[in-house]
């Protein structure tokens, strides 16, 4: 049975403001579940990945991520170490009925593009500039998995108007059971201010592309 709740993704209604996207504040099967996961997100295995040069015109961030699927591939080495509802669930986004409510919310076709996922850790002071994700990457659909976010703690989901983090037309809080799915456009600005000094967890999500070959 999938932990993800297929039938609530399939039947969400996407918002245009300020570009494709869609809240789902219950995204899988029980809160339960959610839970479970919750406890369960392993810290092991992470590597840093930082982009800092503002020369560079590509995007600056900073976090730490575990990769699990690769172009399509589930990485094994990776995923036979994690706990049973962690690899459940890995093979529940790499699954057709996920793919196919993911099509049914969005109106893209996902047919033909290849899930990439990886979980993530924003420690106090990680960040990723506003942004649009590449043109090939035609879905994302973010997890999150904390007990709780107090606003101060900053590092919330910023959708934007535009490229500037201040223009937000909406804050989500990666709170457990919790998921943002964005479509990409040349409009979808989105980003994560620097996580508060203040902060005593890591933000912990994760993130799964759909990407057209």
Known sequence: MSLVDIETISRAELEQDPFGHVVIPRSFVT????EKLR???????????ERTDL??????????????????????????????????LVADVVSRPYREALSAL?????????????????ARGCWIEPHTDRPDKAVTHLF???????PQWRGDLRLLRSADMAD???????TTGTSVVLVRSDRSWHGVPP??????VDRRAL??????P
């Open 31 to 34: 809160d339960a579940v959610a």
């Open 39 to 49: 406890g369960e997100f392993s810290d092991d295995g992470f590597e840093e990945s």
């Open 195 to 200: 996580v508060a000094d203040t902060c005593p």
């Open 168 to 174: 937000c037309a909406k804050r989500v809080a990666p």
């Open 144 to 150: 999150y998995f904390n007990d709780g976010w107090d």
């Open 106 to 122: 969005t109106g893209v076709d996902l047919e033909r593009c290849l899930v990439e996922a990886r979980m993530t850790r924003y």
């Open 207 to 212: 993130l799964v592309h759909f990407v057209r």
């Open 55 to 88: 020369n560079r015109s590509d995007k600056q961030y900073r976090m730490f991520n575990r990769n699990l699927v690769t172009a399509g591939a589930v990485d094994e080495d990776q995923v036979r170490t994690l706990p049973a509802n962690w690899q459940q």
